[in-house]
Protein backbone atom coordinates (compact mmCIF):
# COMPACT_ATOMS: atom_id res chain seq x y z
CA UNK A 1 0.00 0.00 0.00
CA UNK A 2 1.48 3.76 -0.91
CA UNK A 3 0.55 6.39 1.04
CA UNK A 4 1.71 10.05 0.59
CA UNK A 5 5.27 11.61 2.01
CA UNK A 6 3.44 13.09 5.10
CA UNK A 7 3.38 8.78 5.80
CA UNK A 8 -0.77 9.62 5.67
CA UNK A 9 -3.11 7.69 2.89
CA UNK A 10 -4.33 10.29 0.42
CA UNK A 11 -8.02 10.31 -0.03
CA UNK A 12 -7.86 8.30 -3.36
CA UNK A 13 -6.65 5.33 -1.58
CA UNK A 14 -8.83 5.97 1.27
CA UNK A 15 -11.54 5.14 -0.95
CA UNK A 16 -9.73 1.76 -2.17
CA UNK A 17 -8.92 0.97 0.89
CA UNK A 18 -12.82 1.29 1.88
CA UNK A 19 -14.03 -0.84 -1.49
CA UNK A 20 -11.31 -3.76 -0.66
CA UNK A 21 -12.70 -3.88 2.90
CA UNK A 22 -16.57 -3.75 1.82
CA UNK A 23 -16.26 -6.40 -0.81
CA UNK A 24 -14.71 -8.53 1.68
CA UNK A 25 -17.23 -8.41 4.11
CA UNK A 26 -19.76 -8.88 1.77
CA UNK A 27 -18.24 -12.07 0.69
CA UNK A 28 -18.10 -13.26 4.02
CA UNK A 29 -21.44 -12.17 4.56
CA UNK A 30 -22.57 -13.93 1.31
CA UNK A 31 -20.53 -17.02 2.43
CA UNK A 32 -21.97 -17.28 5.83
CA UNK A 33 -25.34 -16.29 4.23
CA UNK A 34 -25.50 -19.88 3.01
CA UNK A 35 -25.75 -21.34 5.89
CA UNK A 36 -29.18 -18.93 6.57
CA UNK A 37 -30.28 -20.21 2.93
CA UNK A 38 -30.08 -23.47 3.64
CA UNK A 39 -31.59 -23.64 7.48
CA UNK A 40 -34.50 -21.26 6.51
CA UNK A 41 -36.62 -23.39 7.64
CA UNK A 42 -35.48 -23.95 11.14
CA UNK A 43 -34.34 -20.31 11.44
CA UNK A 44 -37.97 -19.18 10.56
CA UNK A 45 -39.51 -21.14 13.35
CA UNK A 46 -36.98 -20.27 15.86
CA UNK A 47 -37.96 -16.46 14.42
CA UNK A 48 -41.63 -16.95 14.44
CA UNK A 49 -41.60 -18.34 18.15
CA UNK A 50 -42.86 -15.14 20.17
CA UNK A 51 -45.78 -15.35 17.93
CA UNK A 52 -46.52 -18.87 16.73
CA UNK A 53 -45.05 -21.75 17.30
CA UNK A 54 -45.05 -23.22 13.38
CA UNK A 55 -44.28 -26.57 14.39
CA UNK A 56 -48.00 -27.17 16.22
CA UNK A 57 -49.56 -25.54 13.02
CA UNK A 58 -48.63 -28.59 11.31
CA UNK A 59 -51.05 -30.85 13.55
CA UNK A 60 -53.33 -27.45 14.16
CA UNK A 61 -54.35 -26.34 10.65
CA UNK A 62 -55.52 -22.52 11.97
CA UNK A 63 -52.84 -22.08 14.77
CA UNK A 64 -50.30 -19.76 13.07
CA UNK A 65 -53.86 -17.77 11.12
CA UNK A 66 -52.47 -14.36 12.86
CA UNK A 67 -49.32 -14.66 9.92
CA UNK A 68 -49.72 -14.78 6.36
CA UNK A 69 -48.03 -14.10 3.68
CA UNK A 70 -48.08 -11.95 1.12
CA UNK A 71 -47.87 -12.15 -2.97
CA UNK A 72 -46.24 -14.46 -5.25
CA UNK A 73 -42.58 -12.91 -4.18
CA UNK A 74 -43.17 -12.96 -0.62
CA UNK A 75 -41.78 -16.25 0.33
CA UNK A 76 -38.68 -15.76 -1.79
CA UNK A 77 -38.25 -12.23 -0.16
CA UNK A 78 -38.18 -13.71 2.85
CA UNK A 79 -36.09 -16.59 2.33
CA UNK A 80 -33.45 -13.74 1.09
CA UNK A 81 -34.09 -11.51 4.01
CA UNK A 82 -32.54 -14.68 6.46
CA UNK A 83 -30.03 -15.86 4.46
CA UNK A 84 -28.38 -12.06 4.05
CA UNK A 85 -29.11 -11.45 7.92
CA UNK A 86 -27.91 -15.27 9.21
CA UNK A 87 -24.35 -13.80 6.94
CA UNK A 88 -24.43 -10.93 8.58
CA UNK A 89 -24.48 -12.53 11.97
CA UNK A 90 -22.76 -15.81 11.53
CA UNK A 91 -19.57 -13.30 9.53
CA UNK A 92 -19.52 -10.84 12.03
CA UNK A 93 -16.09 -11.64 13.36
CA UNK A 94 -14.66 -11.52 9.70
CA UNK A 95 -16.88 -8.00 8.85
CA UNK A 96 -16.09 -6.63 12.39
CA UNK A 97 -12.03 -7.29 11.42
CA UNK A 98 -12.57 -5.44 7.90
CA UNK A 99 -14.11 -2.43 9.96
CA UNK A 100 -11.06 -2.68 12.18
CA UNK A 101 -8.45 -3.02 9.38
CA UNK A 102 -9.79 0.20 7.63
CA UNK A 103 -8.99 2.25 10.83
CA UNK A 104 -5.83 1.15 11.94
CA UNK A 105 -3.95 2.43 9.40
CA UNK A 106 -4.13 5.53 10.93
CA UNK A 107 -2.68 4.15 13.86
CA UNK A 108 0.89 3.50 14.37
CA UNK A 109 2.05 -0.17 14.46
CA UNK A 110 2.63 -0.82 18.10
CA UNK A 111 -1.05 0.12 18.06
CA UNK A 112 -2.44 -2.50 15.33
CA UNK A 113 -1.78 -4.71 18.28
CA UNK A 114 -4.62 -4.22 19.84
CA UNK A 115 -6.80 -5.49 16.52
CA UNK A 116 -6.65 -9.19 18.71
CA UNK A 117 -8.35 -7.74 21.40
CA UNK A 118 -10.91 -5.56 19.26
CA UNK A 119 -12.19 -8.81 17.39
CA UNK A 120 -11.66 -11.57 20.73
CA UNK A 121 -14.11 -8.70 22.09
CA UNK A 122 -16.54 -7.66 19.38
CA UNK A 123 -17.43 -10.76 18.41
CA UNK A 124 -19.01 -11.75 21.75
CA UNK A 125 -20.53 -8.28 22.02
CA UNK A 126 -22.63 -8.20 19.27
CA UNK A 127 -24.11 -11.70 19.46
CA UNK A 128 -24.95 -10.90 23.31
CA UNK A 129 -26.58 -7.85 22.05
CA UNK A 130 -28.18 -9.95 19.46
CA UNK A 131 -29.35 -12.35 22.14
CA UNK A 132 -30.70 -9.82 24.46
CA UNK A 133 -33.24 -8.78 21.53
CA UNK A 134 -33.90 -12.10 20.94
CA UNK A 135 -34.97 -12.28 24.85
CA UNK A 136 -36.52 -9.56 25.18
CA UNK A 137 -38.80 -9.90 21.55
CA UNK A 138 -41.24 -12.19 23.17
CA UNK A 139 -42.26 -9.41 25.77
CA UNK A 140 -42.10 -6.85 23.40
CA UNK A 141 -44.34 -8.66 21.08
CA UNK A 142 -47.02 -9.03 23.68
CA UNK A 143 -46.58 -5.37 24.92
CA UNK A 144 -46.99 -4.05 21.10
CA UNK A 145 -50.20 -6.84 20.52
CA UNK A 146 -51.79 -5.62 23.74
CA UNK A 147 -52.65 -2.61 22.23
CA UNK A 148 -54.97 -4.88 19.78
CA UNK A 149 -58.84 -3.94 21.25
CA UNK A 150 -60.53 -7.08 22.07
CA UNK A 151 -63.32 -6.99 19.33
CA UNK A 152 -60.56 -6.85 16.76
CA UNK A 153 -58.31 -9.41 15.07
CA UNK A 154 -54.23 -9.21 14.23
CA UNK A 155 -53.43 -10.22 11.18
CA UNK A 156 -49.73 -9.90 11.05
CA UNK A 157 -48.09 -9.75 7.84
CA UNK A 158 -45.45 -12.26 7.61
CA UNK A 159 -42.71 -10.23 6.17
CA UNK A 160 -43.08 -6.97 8.10
CA UNK A 161 -42.74 -9.19 10.93
CA UNK A 162 -39.88 -10.85 10.29
CA UNK A 163 -38.09 -7.40 8.99
CA UNK A 164 -38.92 -5.90 12.50
CA UNK A 165 -37.25 -8.92 14.05
CA UNK A 166 -34.56 -8.74 12.09
CA UNK A 167 -34.28 -5.21 12.23
CA UNK A 168 -34.35 -5.32 16.07
CA UNK A 169 -31.30 -8.09 16.42
CA UNK A 170 -29.15 -6.27 14.42
CA UNK A 171 -29.53 -2.63 15.95
CA UNK A 172 -28.84 -4.32 19.66
CA UNK A 173 -26.48 -6.20 18.26
CA UNK A 174 -24.67 -3.73 16.62
CA UNK A 175 -25.40 -1.14 19.38
CA UNK A 176 -23.18 -3.79 21.82
CA UNK A 177 -19.96 -2.61 20.00
CA UNK A 178 -19.99 0.81 21.75
CA UNK A 179 -17.99 0.01 24.74
CA UNK A 180 -15.29 -2.23 22.65
CA UNK A 181 -14.89 0.47 20.41
CA UNK A 182 -14.15 2.73 22.97
CA UNK A 183 -11.63 0.74 25.31
CA UNK A 184 -10.01 -0.15 22.01
CA UNK A 185 -9.66 3.76 20.40
CA UNK A 186 -8.26 4.28 24.38
CA UNK A 187 -5.93 0.91 23.92
CA UNK A 188 -4.59 2.53 20.62
CA UNK A 189 -4.00 5.95 22.40
CA UNK A 190 -6.76 7.71 20.06
CA UNK A 191 -9.27 8.49 23.14
CA UNK A 192 -8.53 9.05 26.84
CA UNK A 193 -10.42 8.22 29.58
CA UNK A 194 -11.45 11.89 30.58
CA UNK A 195 -12.07 12.28 26.87
CA UNK A 196 -14.57 9.65 26.93
CA UNK A 197 -16.73 10.47 30.43
CA UNK A 198 -16.50 14.44 29.80
CA UNK A 199 -19.46 14.55 27.98
CA UNK A 200 -21.33 11.52 29.43
CA UNK A 201 -24.77 14.02 29.60
CA UNK A 202 -24.16 14.24 25.84
CA UNK A 203 -23.77 11.10 25.82
CA UNK A 204 -26.15 9.96 27.75
CA UNK A 205 -28.66 11.95 25.57
CA UNK A 206 -27.29 10.21 22.27
CA UNK A 207 -27.52 6.66 23.56
CA UNK A 208 -31.42 7.49 24.64
CA UNK A 209 -32.45 9.57 21.21
CA UNK A 210 -30.62 6.77 19.26
CA UNK A 211 -32.59 3.93 21.30
CA UNK A 212 -35.95 5.61 20.70
CA UNK A 213 -34.89 6.36 16.78
CA UNK A 214 -33.90 3.13 15.82
CA UNK A 215 -35.60 0.16 17.71
CA UNK A 216 -38.23 -0.38 16.06
CA UNK A 217 -40.87 -0.37 18.62
CA UNK A 218 -42.14 2.59 20.12
CA UNK A 219 -43.03 0.88 23.87
CA UNK A 220 -39.90 2.09 26.71
CA UNK A 221 -39.97 -1.36 27.72
CA UNK A 222 -37.92 -2.25 23.97
CA UNK A 223 -36.16 1.30 24.24
CA UNK A 224 -34.75 1.14 27.59
CA UNK A 225 -33.51 -2.57 27.25
CA UNK A 226 -31.56 -1.35 24.91
CA UNK A 227 -30.45 2.33 26.35
CA UNK A 228 -29.77 1.20 30.09
CA UNK A 229 -27.22 -1.47 28.90
CA UNK A 230 -25.60 0.84 26.87
CA UNK A 231 -25.51 3.65 29.38
CA UNK A 232 -23.67 1.08 32.10
CA UNK A 233 -21.60 0.14 29.43
CA UNK A 234 -20.55 3.49 28.50
CA UNK A 235 -19.45 4.33 32.17
CA UNK A 236 -17.33 0.74 32.32
CA UNK A 237 -15.80 1.40 29.32
CA UNK A 238 -14.73 5.01 30.00
CA UNK A 239 -13.72 3.55 33.89
CA UNK A 240 -11.70 0.87 32.12
CA UNK A 241 -10.02 3.77 29.96
CA UNK A 242 -9.25 5.81 32.94
CA UNK A 243 -7.24 2.81 34.77
CA UNK A 244 -5.64 2.04 31.49
CA UNK A 245 -4.77 5.68 31.19
CA UNK A 246 -3.12 5.57 34.94
CA UNK A 247 -1.39 2.46 34.03
CA UNK A 248 -0.02 3.89 31.01
CA UNK A 249 1.09 7.11 33.08
CA UNK A 250 2.94 5.31 35.60
CA UNK A 251 4.77 2.98 33.42
CA UNK A 252 6.58 6.32 31.36
CA UNK A 253 6.85 7.70 34.76
CA UNK A 254 9.03 4.31 35.96
Known amino acids: MTTEDSGRMS ?5 KELR ?11 V ?6 VFYTKIVRILTKPVCDLSLSQSTPHHC ?5 DGVLGPLNLQISVAIVSGVILASPIWL ?4 AFVSPALHNREKKYSIFFIAVATPFFVAGAALAYWILPLA ?9 TTLSNLIKFSDYLTFVLHLILVFGLAFELPVLLVSLNFAGVLSGRSILKPWRIAVFGITLFSSTFVPTSDPLTMGALALPLVGFYFAAGGLALLNDRR ?6 E
Open 32 to 37: FGIFGW
Open 141 to 149: IRVLLGFTP
Open 248 to 253: RAKKIV
Open 65 to 69: GVLYI
Open 11 to 15: LLEHF
Open 20 to 30: KRTVRSALAIA
Open 97 to 100: YQLW
